[in-house]
């Protein structure tokens, strides 16, 4: 079993839908989750994170953690065709400043006008 | 501007051929990544370092090895290349403050023959 699970979709939306993507963990070590995003043909870019369990918000974007559950959620609200991308979800152990990231196998997501 | 570049971004070789592929970070971080990147599998790490001269090993070292000469510079090594090692490889970097944001190059799309 991977440590982190995402479901690699494809998901397809119509523009102005909500979006949900979701992965679980097993490992209770960690304790910053992350969202990137990677448009076709380029390398990811991290998009939000948050440290610890809760919720953060940044414009149409959502990061949410239910530790007690191990399971990350990101929201798009009012989705957008430039919103098609894959998002994947990463994971690190709190301390660890060598770096190392855990990642989802990402999420295909279309947003068609 | 961050900035993260790959020697290539296109590459075919043949089979047993050696196979160097560089990364250059400009952002004087101390971890850097390599990854690979293939349909429903997601980003594997192969190795990382988190010094000069230092490496540690990732969740699929083999047939790879890799070269940390100077800080900036982290080459991946694919000593005798075969068909499987066909892939998108992905280098990244990080500080080690801020060890939960990864920066990525633009990737190598590697086609071994």
């Known amino acids: 079993q991977k440590e982190v699970e995402q479901d690699p979709g494809p998901l397809s939306v119509p523009e102005g839908a909500i979006v949900s993507l979701n992965c679980t963990y097993s490992n209770s070590a960690f304790q910053y989750f992350m969202w990137y995003r990677q448009y076709s043909r380029k390398g990811p870019e991290l998009l939000m994170y948050?440290?610890?369990?809760g919720n953060k918000e940044d414009g149409r974007f959502t990061a949410q953690v239910d530790k007690s559950s191990k399971y990350i959620s990101l929201f798009i609200r009012d989705s957008q065709p430039s919103d098609s991308a894959t998002y994947l979800c990463?994971?690190?152990?709190?301390?660890?400043?060598?770096?190392?990231?855990?990642f989802g196998r990402g999420t295909q997501l279309t947003v068609w006008p | 501007d961050v900035k993260v570049t790959q020697s290539s971004r296109y590459l075919v070789k043949r089979t047993g051929e050696k196979v160097f592929l560089e990364c250059v970070q400009d952002m004087d971080h101390e971890n850097m990544f390599w990854y690979r990147q293939d349909p429903g599998l997601g980003l594997r790490l192969i190795y990382f370092?988190?010094?000069?001269?230092?490496?540690e090993k990732g969740d699929i070292p083999e047939g790879y090895s890799v070269s940390r000469e100077k800080k900036e510079r982290f080459s991946l090594i694919l000593e005798s290349a075969s068909t499987n090692q066909t892939s998108m490889y992905l280098c990244a970097s990080s500080s080690g403050l801020l060890a939960y944001e990864q920066y990525f190059g633009p990737g190598t799309r590697l086609t071994v023959t």
């Open positions: 948050t440290y610890s369990s």
């Open positions: 990463a994971m690190s152990v709190r301390g660890s400043t060598l770096g190392r990231l855990y």
């Open positions: 370092s988190y010094d000069v001269k230092m490496k």
